[in-house]
């Protein structure tokens, strides 16, 4: 039997590959299925199925275009409801993968369809769990993605406890829980680094498997201090649903070479957004107007679901030379099919061609601390998360959270110069170059971000511990 994790960091997305006597199933595969095909053809096995915890809101899997390519059978837990071929289990089912069995525990809660699958050996020995966003390593599922509106996320946070409680917790503390997602997934709100575990130490350490905690004490817990979800969210829940683009197509059309000339012509015709995918740094220096920036060298995907607000946009890309398949790729994860072309020779063969160029101003930490000393009254934006602002921040300073600043641009002065700061620099150049796209031509961006400024003379409130904020 072969157990193999196969994390991907910018989604904090964990999928799966079971192999035994010459079958294997993946769990939960991202949306390119071809390194899935390729780990099965190295091992002689065959896919034989390909398994489902819950219909993502996060990432569009790639169920359907691996069972089109294998043959292999996609599984969904009960209540699911596909609009493609697909086996729908019952709750206590086994399937067979060469010498192990594979169970089917239906844990609603994260979505009433969500679905733990848990691993039996070859010894009929209880292995390990594909918790799926029903547990994760140090938190559960949020109860809010899946409300209908017969069904308040208080009354799904009551089905998660009954599921862990009499599904999950009831298993042995030696099973090694595997699950979907791990910290910087926006699917829960405490997530550890460690990506997995052996149930016993979750029962220990987890705060919604405490041996004690009533019902009415998880749900207060467990729905406390949900941020929104992401916009797009519902539209990768319909795609998983009810099916997608083939992923080659997807590729094939956005990594189409364009010439400045005819980046121009597409970008005035389509009325395209044009991405720029290169570092904060060196986007500042130069980039082609109106464009915004979000680094494939960050948090990429998360925050193009986020900023992004419709997931049909036309897409044309910016990016570092031999990277352009990386970035259709990572858009596609999440649902963005509509790229329609690249830069060829990325932004330098646009600079070269002669055409208009913009630029965002960008100042170190110790400038701003001067420039701070001058006028305590400056402007000061920061666009992290309402509880980074709370633990600490610049005494001035207002938040605006990136995740929400499409909702909030009428608040923010056009003709005031505006100082934008993050935690370290990536998320403020992403702001700045929406203000910069919709008119706002004061903005300047604090370079290293809160981590720089607090290195600084510029007066900061006091710290509180983000574990004691609510």
């Known amino acids: 039997m072969k157990v193999e994790q196969i994390y991907t960091g910018c989604l904090a997305q964990g999928a799966y590959y079971i192999e035994s006597n010459g ?10 299925v071809k390194p899935y095909i390729e780990k099965a053809d190295k091992d002689g096995a065959k896919i034989k199925y390909v398994l489902e915890t819950h219909f993502h809101a996060d990432f569009v899997s790639g169920h359907v275009d691996l069972a089109k390519a294998t043959g292999a059978t996609i599984v969904f837990g009960p209540n699911a409801q596909p609009k493609f071929a697909a086996h729908i289990a019952k709750d206590g089912e086994e399937l067979k993968l060469g010498n192990v069995t594979i169970k089917v525990l239906h844990t609603p809660g994260h979505t009433m369809e969500s679905t733990t699958y848990l691993l039996i050996d070859e010894n009929g020995k209880e292995y390990g769990i594909f918790s799926g966003d029903t547990l994760f390593i140090g938190d559960v599922g949020r109860p809010d993605l899946a409300v209908k509106s017969d069904l308040t996320e208080e009354q799904l946070a009551q089905h998660l406890y009954d599921s862990l409680r009499t599904k999950i917790m009831t298993l042995p503390d030696d099973v090694v829980v595997y699950p979907a997602h791990g910290a910087g997934s926006a699917c829960g709100k405490n997530m550890s680094k460690e990506t997995t575990d052996l149930l016993g130490n979750q029962k220990k350490t987890n705060y919604a498997l405490r041996a004690d905690m009533t019902k009415e004490e998880f749900v207060k817990e467990v729905t406390e201090g949900l941020l929104p979800p992401p916009g797009y969210f519902p539209m990768n829940v319909k795609m998983n649903k009810e099916g997608y683009a083939n992923i080659d197509e997807v590729m094939a059309q956005g990594l189409h070479e364009l010439s400045p000339e005819a980046f121009e012509a597409a970008a005035n015709e389509t009325a395209a957004l044009v991405l720029d995918t290169r570092e904060p740094e060196e986007f500042a220096h130069g980039f082609i107007p109106n464009s915004i920036n979000i680094g494939i060298d960050g948090n990429f995907a998360p925050w193009v679901g986020a900023l992004i607000p ?13 990277r352009e398949e990386e970035v259709v790729t990572r858009l596609a994860r999440v649902g963005y099919d509509n790229a329609i072309g ?4 990325g932004f330098q063969s646009w600079r070269t061609s002669g055409k208009e160029t913009d630029t965002i101003s960008s100042i170190s930490a110790e400038e701003f601390a001067k420039r701070f000393e001058q006028n305590n009254a400056i402007k000061v934006v920061d666009v992290r998360k309402p509880g980074e602002y709370q633990a600490e921040h ?10 929400y600043l499409n909702e909030h641009l009428a608040e923010l002065p056009k003709e005031e110069e505006m100082h934008l700061h993050c935690a370290g620099g990536y998320r403020s150049m992403i702001a700045a170059s929406i203000l910069k796209a919709r008119g706002f031509d004061n903005v300047v961006n604090v370079e290293g971000g809160f981590k720089a400024i607090a290195e600084t003379s510029v007066p900061k409130t006091a710290y509180v511990c983000p574990s004691t904020l609510k």
């Open 342 to 345: 690249f830069l060829k020779g």
């Open 394 to 403: 610049v005494e001035a300073a207002a938040n605006t959270p990136l995740d």
């Open 23 to 32: 079958e294997a199933a993946i769990i939960d595969p991202l949306r390119e």
């Open 310 to 322: 419709d997931i049909q946009q036309t897409i044309l890309i910016v990016a570092d030379e031999g």
